[in-house]
């Protein structure tokens, strides 16, 4: 039997306050040649009781379930069951535009590419208005240099996986680790790495949702350490493939870890991991070193990292500042 022509894959985990309207948007799509499939990761509220609802209305749900294992391994196991020739993610707090998958397509197949990309919202509250966050509004063509030049200097094209369409052989031979966070940014090198042509579309059709309690935005724990083990794919496949990129990546170790130092002030933890902070500083230094010979790439980002590494006790203060003025307007506002 002929399969669809995409398969769209929905991990969740005890999203019962948004993943009606995830669902919805997916499956009042202009583009209706797809197939639905919703892992269940060990949810404990009432999301399989609303996925099973649309699953009973509409033949183009599939429905799998597992143990609660993370994002990354709820994916891979949709991965597992795609029938379509192409593949597209969605998370279960966000949402999509009518268009999106038929603009998607429309462009993949045009442009005889291996990857489309679409601009995307922001949205903090759940019935907040999105905003949105790209400001490219051109459709660009990308060669395989220049997806991964782009990929690595600005920020239009980021490594989450959901705001994109792929041709289904990108991941005939790769899977999304079992990490605590960053697990996307595990995978995009290779992606990009085995695109031969890739198109991006200036529409903002993809809704991601901010949530206070995500991965990226708790509490410093031990398991934000794992951001670091995220930059060693992208290492190996620039380092590799990519030599005249490598400074990216340089200024990308060094970004990663004065995002785990930024959080672990924020969060209030500086005492507790005193150890740990002042191994992260070392680390920092040393990178800050190598970067000398690459500050061209970036001026701004590197007198950043000079800041946070020379003087740290101003970034100490600064952050905490900021941190309680952060908390302050949220309070005013919401």
């Not at 143990?67 to 192409?86: C, I, K, M």
């Not at 993610?89 to 603009?103: G, L, R």
């Not at 903090?124 to 509004?137: A, V």
Request: with cysteine; hydrophobic share 35%.
């Amino acid at each position: 039997m002929k399969g669809p022509k995409i398969s769209i894959i929905v991990p969740y985990y005890n999203s019962e306050d948004f993943l009606e309207r995830c669902i919805e948007s997916i499956l009042k799509q202009t583009f209706s040649d797809f197939e639905l499939i919703l892992v269940n990761d060990g949810s404990t509220d009432k999301s399989s009781q609303i996925s099973q609802a649309f699953a009973d209305l509409d033949s183009r749900v599939t429905l799998l379930q597992k143990e609660n294992g993370g994002q990354g391994s709820a994916r891979n196991l949709g991965l597992d069951h795609v029938r379509g020739n192409y593949i597209g993610f969605v998370d279960s707090d966000d949402f999509i535009e009518p268009q999106m998958y038929e603009i998607l397509y429309e462009k993949i197949i045009l442009n005889d590419a291996d990857l489309a990309i679409c601009g995307y919202n922001i949205f903090r509250k759940k019935n907040g208005t999105p905003k949105p966050f790209t400001k490219i509004r051109d459709v660009i063509l990308f060669n395989n240099f220049s997806l991964m030049k782009t990929y690595l200097s600005e920020s239009y094209i980021s490594g989450g996986p959901c705001n994109k369409l792929y041709k289904k052989n990108l991941f005939d031979n790769l899977r999304f680790p079992i990490l605590k966070m960053r697990e996307d940014a595990y995978v995009m090198p290779y992606i990009i790495k085995n695109t031969t042509k890739a198109v991006f579309v200036g529409e903002d059709l993809y809704n991601w949702f901010l949530r206070e309690g995500s991965t990226e935005r708790s509490s410093f724990t031990m398991n934000n350490l794992s951001a670091m083990e995220s930059i060693n794919p992208l290492e190996e496949v620039v380092q590799n493939n990519y030599p005249s990129l490598f400074g990216y990546v340089e200024m990308e170790r060094a970004l990663t870890r004065v995002y785990l130092l930024s959080k672990i002030i924020s969060s209030g933890f500086l005492k507790k991991y005193r150890e740990l902070y002042i191994e992260l500083l070392d680390e920092l230094n040393t990178d800050f070193k190598r970067l000398e010979q690459y500050k061209y790439i970036n001026p701004k980002q590197y007198k950043y990292i000079r800041f946070v590494a020379k003087k740290n006790n101003l970034f100490i203060i600064y952050e905490y500042v900021i941190n309680k003025l952060k908390i302050t307007i949220k309070r005013i506002l919401y």
